[in-house]
């Protein structure tokens, strides 16, 4: 007996940069068969439902995100995805920027492709570049109070007496819940 050859999907993929963001706004309206998501920042590696969506894909599916910034960290990540989906058929499809790639594109689709994937990439650096230059500006105003320290001034005290007395770093780090990096740093 022979497996049933699957139907053509519509098969959809969705990132957040954090785990309090919703995914619910991308996409939306959009009949999907199947959806893949992430709660993983765009220059994260690890996007295992990503991973998941591109093994998924067949011949004559349609892989619908909501943008480009949402599938891929940079330019040649983005190249790359879409390159190799529609190298097998897969029909591409961006809906916040109302484009489709199908793999018989025209020299025009592929410029626009590099084009608004470089503004993308590009905007994404104005906004790290933005965020920095506010984050010194309130650090010379005196109200930018950075990340809450992850011990105590007792804590790191304990810590310091229980390392006289011969414990294990790695087992304080544990206990603790903080990295070895930060019990090194709070020993200085």
Same mark, same amino acid.
């Given at each position: 007996?022979?497996?049933?050859?699957?139907? *053509?999907?519509?098969?959809?993929?969705?990132?957040?940069?954090? &785990?309090?963001? *919703?995914?619910?706004?991308?996409?939306?309206?959009?009949?999907?068969?199947?959806?893949?998501?992430?709660?993983?920042?765009?220059?994260?590696?690890?996007?295992?439902?990503? #991973?998941?969506?591109?093994?998924?894909?067949?011949?004559?599916?349609?892989?619908?995100?909501?943008?480009? !910034?949402?599938?891929?960290? *940079?330019?040649?990540?983005?190249?790359?995805?879409?390159? !190799?989906?529609?190298?097998?058929?897969?029909?591409?499809?961006?809906? =916040?920027?109302?484009?489709?790639?199908?793999?018989? !594109?025209?020299?025009? +689709? *592929?410029?626009?492709?590099?084009?608004?994937?470089?503004?993308?990439?590009?905007?994404?650096?104005?906004?790290?570049?933005?965020?920095?230059?506010?984050?010194?500006? +309130?650090?010379? =105003?005196?109200?930018?109070?950075?990340?809450?320290?992850?011990?105590?001034? +007792? #804590?790191?005290?304990?810590?310091?007496?229980?390392?006289?007395?011969?414990?294990? =770093?790695?087992?304080?780090?544990?206990?603790?819940?903080?990295?070895?990096?930060? &019990?090194?740093?709070?020993?200085?």
């Amino acid at each position: 007996m022979t497996a049933a050859k699957r139907h *053509n999907m519509t098969v959809g993929y969705r990132r957040v940069s954090a &785990l309090d963001q *919703n995914t619910e706004r991308q996409l939306e309206g959009v009949k999907l068969d199947k959806v893949f998501t992430d709660k993983a920042s765009g220059k994260d590696t690890k996007r295992p439902q990503l #991973q998941a969506a591109l093994e998924y894909l067949r011949e004559g599916d349609l892989f619908v995100i909501h943008s480009m !910034d949402r599938l891929a960290r *940079n330019l040649d990540d983005l190249r790359r995805i879409v390159l !190799d989906l529609t190298g097998k058929g897969v029909h591409v499809q961006f809906v =916040k920027e109302n484009l489709t790639f199908t793999g018989e !594109d025209s020299p025009m +689709a *592929n410029l626009l492709l590099s084009l608004l994937g470089a503004v993308a990439e590009f905007e994404r650096s104005m906004i790290r570049e933005r965020q920095r230059e506010g984050i010194e500006l +309130a650090k010379k =105003k005196g109200v930018y109070k950075g990340r809450k320290p992850s011990l105590t001034p +007792a #804590q790191v005290a304990e810590i310091r007496k229980r390392v006289k007395a011969g414990e294990k =770093k790695a087992a304080l780090a544990a206990e603790y819940r903080i990295s070895r990096q930060t &019990l090194y740093a709070a020993l200085g």
